[in-house]
C-alpha cells in the first residue's frame, strides 16, 4: 500500500499532490430525451390546447373535434421541439438564463411553424394558414416549458449534494472507522498482509466517498467498491458473513449515480448478518436484459431467537435516498421495489442500459 494513501486518507501531507477535482459540466437544461419529459411535454401542451378549444366549441362533439384538429399541429411541432432541444442540450447548456429562454422561444416559434405547415397539408383549413398564430404559441409554450426544465435542472443540484452528504455520513462513521482500524491493528503482527490489504480497502472507501466523482459513474465501478466494503466487513463478521457475487459484465457499462450501491449493501449487514448471533448472507446480483440493467441485493433475514430484542426497524432512509437519486438520473424509466420475499430481504432495481 502507497504512503500516500494511508496519509492522504487519515489527514496526514501526502507524498504525492492529490488529483484535482474535474470541474462540474454545466446543467443540461434542455436535457429533453427523457421519457418523463417527454410524456409530461405532450400532457402540458395537449391540456393546454384542450383549454384553448374550449373558447369556441359549443358542445362536447364540437370540442373534440376541434381538440383533434389542433393536436394534429401541437402534437408534431411538440415532438420536433423536443427533439431539438435534445439534440442542442449540450451547446445551449453554456447560455445564460435569458439566452436559454431565447433559445428555447426561437425553437419553439420553428416548431410552432412547422406544426402550423403539418395541418396546411391536409383539407382541413378553410382559410390561410395561421403562421404568426402558431409561431407566437410556439415560442409561448416552449418559454413555459424551459421555465419547468430549469427548474428541474436546478432542483438536481440540492438533491445530488444532500445526497452525497447523507452518503458521505453513513460512510464515516466513526464506529465502523474505529472497528476496522482495531482490525487492522490485530491483524498487523499475525497477518500483515492481510492487515495492508485492509487498510487499502478502507482507503479505497474513503476515497470514493470524498472525492467528486460527476453526476454519474459506472455500475463496475459501484460493485468494486462494494467489494472494498463487504471486504472490510469480512474481516470483522469472518464466518458469519457469507457474501455470494453474480455479476454480468455485461451489465458494467451502465450509468448510475454514484456511491449508491454501497448504502444497500450497508443495510444487508445492518439488518441481517448484524442483529444474529448465526450471521447471515448478502448476495448481489448484476444482470443485462434486453435494453434494461438489473440489479438485485438480497439479505437473509435474522431469527427471532438470535436477536437480543434491542434491535429496531429501520427507517427506509438510505433506501428512500437510492430511489430518489435514480430517479433524478431516470425518472420514470427505473423500477425500485424493497421488501421481503422467500425468508430473504431484497432490494431490485431496473433502469435503462
Not at 114 to 119: Q, V
Not at 196 to 223: I, W
Not at 235 to 245: D, I, K, P, Y
Not at 273 to 284: A, Y
Request: charged share 20%; with cysteine.
Amino acid at each position: 500500500m502507497k504512503d500516500s494513501q494511508i496519509l492522504s486518507t487519515f489527514g496526514g501531507t501526502p507524498t504525492e499532490p492529490p488529483s484535482p477535482t474535474p470541474a462540474r459540466a454545466p446543467a443540461l437544461v434542455f436535457d429533453a430525451c427523457h421519457l418523463g419529459v417527454i410524456l409530461r411535454a405532450l400532457l402540458f401542451v395537449e391540456t393546454v390546447l384542450g383549454v384553448a378549444v374550449m373558447y369556441r366549441a359549443d358542445d362536447f362533439v364540437s370540442w373534440v373535434t376541434g381538440l383533434g384538429l389542433l393536436t394534429m399541429a401541437g402534437l408534431p411541432g411538440t415532438l420536433a421541439w423536443l427533439v431539438l432541444a435534445c439534440s442542442l442540450k449540450r451547446p445551449l447548456a453554456g447560455l445564460p438564463t435569458g439566452g436559454q429562454y431565447l433559445a428555447g422561444a426561437v425553437l419553439g416559434a420553428l416548431a410552432g411553424l412547422y406544426g402550423c405547415f403539418m395541418l396546411s397539408l391536409g383539407p382541413f383549413l378553410t382559410q390561410a394558414p395561421p403562421w404568426l398564430a402558431s409561431a407566437m404559441t410556439g415560442a409561448l409554450l416552449a418559454s413555459l416549458l424551459v421555465g419547468a426544465l430549469l427548474l428541474r435542472a436546478r432542483g438536481r443540484t440540492p438533491a445530488t449534494t444532500t445526497a452525497r452528504l447523507a452518503e458521505l455520513q453513513s460512510r464515516i462513521r466513526p464506529h465502523f472507522l474505529f472497528n476496522t482500524l482495531n482490525s487492522a491493528i490485530a491483524l498487523v503482527r499475525a497477518e500483515p498482509g492481510r492487515a495492508e490489504t485492509l487498510l487499502e480497502d478502507l482507503s479505497d472507501l474513503f476515497r470514493a466517498a470524498l472525492l467528486d466523482q460527476g453526476e454519474t459513474t459506472t455500475l463496475a465501478q459501484e460493485v468494486q467498491l462494494a467489494r472494498h466494503y463487504l471486504a472490510i466487513e469480512q474481516v470483522r463478521f469472518g464466518e458469519r458473513l457469507r457474501v455470494q457475487w453474480q455479476i454480468d459484465p455485461a451489465a458494467d457499462r451502465a450509468r448510475l449515480p454514484p456511491l449508491l450501491l454501497q448504502p444497500l449493501v450497508e443495510n444487508a449487514i445492518k439488518h441481517g448478518v448484524e442483529p444474529s448471533t448465526e450471521g447471515g448472507e448478502v448476495q448481489v446480483r448484476t444482470r443485462l436484459t434486453g435494453q434494461r440493467v438489473r440489479i438485485d441485493i438480497l439479505n437473509t433475514l435474522p431469527n427471532a431467537t438470535s436477536t437480543d430484542g434491542s434491535r429496531t426497524a429501520g427507517h427506509g432512509i438510505a433506501l428512500a435516498n437510492v430511489r430518489d437519486r435514480l430517479r433524478l438520473l431516470h425518472d420514470v424509466e427505473i423500477e425500485f421495489n424493497a421488501g421481503v420475499r422467500d425468508d430473504h430481504y431484497h432490494v431490485r432495481i431496473t433502469f435503462p442500459a
